[in-house]
């Protein structure tokens, strides 16, 4: 089972659900994990009577919300302690040292810091990840309007000092009008659909799947995404 984790103080609800949905149509069962304060998740994803706790199916995903570590999933789903999730892939959403250190991120295949520019993006995101002495691998997700190399030195200085390598390949989101309409209108009709966002949002995409599952062609990763884009 592969453990992706998606860290950092900026939302990242919607991206996950949309990397999940590519990594299922490539036939992997996925479970996604909100593990934030605000459980976003709660809100864009429609179930039937929610508890505490819960994991629901939705576009072959499943979504979990309101655990603090493995072993509460391990009992909702009536597993033992020695037995493992039945899940290809795994993807945590992550905005705080405790659930770091809870589902033992330091241990994942693929670690994801996402972030904006705006200051309490970028530092309360680092904080989550400021104190491990041990050095933690990690690939940045950076939502930006102009991509400007300056915000991601300011993002160097500003991790200068923390256990952290920095992944070269970053990954860049742009800050548009019309995908995040793309992605509100996705939310009221409760579907993950791909064919209005822009090309750019796509291809970076396809560039957090590629990291999570490098086998798989990216060209292979395209056709997928069409695919789907076809289907919706």
Wanted: proline share 2%.
């Amino acid at each position: 089972m592969k453990k992706i984790g998606f860290v950092g103080a900026f939302d990242k609800t919607d991206l996950i659900v949309q990397v999940a949905k590519i990594l299922t149509v490539l036939g992997n069962r996925v479970l996604v994990l909100d593990t934030t304060i605000t459980q976003k998740v709660k809100y864009i994803i429609p179930v039937i009577n929610p508890t505490v706790s819960y994991v629901t199916e939705f576009e072959e995903i499943d979504i979990g919300v309101g655990f603090d570590d493995f072993e509460e999933v391990k009992e909702y789903l009536g597993l033992t302690e020695k037995e493992s999730l039945n899940y290809d892939i795994v993807l945590i959403d992550i905005d705080s040292t405790k659930a770091f250190d809870n589902f033992d991120m330091r241990s994942a295949e693929t670690n994801f810091f996402v972030t904006s520019f705006d200051l309490y993006s970028l530092k309360k995101g680092l904080e989550i990840i400021s104190g491990y002495k041990e050095e933690i691998p990690m690939t940045k997700i950076l939502y930006s309007k102009e991509m400007l190399q300056e915000e991601d030195d300011y993002l160097n200085f500003l991790s200068m000092k923390m256990n952290v390598n920095w992944n070269p390949n970053k990954i860049y989101f742009p800050f548009e009008q019309g995908d995040q309409s793309v992605i509100i209108e996705n939310q009221r009709v409760a579907k993950i659909k791909f064919r209005n966002l822009s090309e750019h949002y796509k291809e970076s995409l396809l560039m957090v799947v590629n990291e999570i599952i490098k086998e798989v062609k990216f060209s292979e990763l395209r056709k997928v995404l069409r695919s789907i884009e076809k289907n919706s």
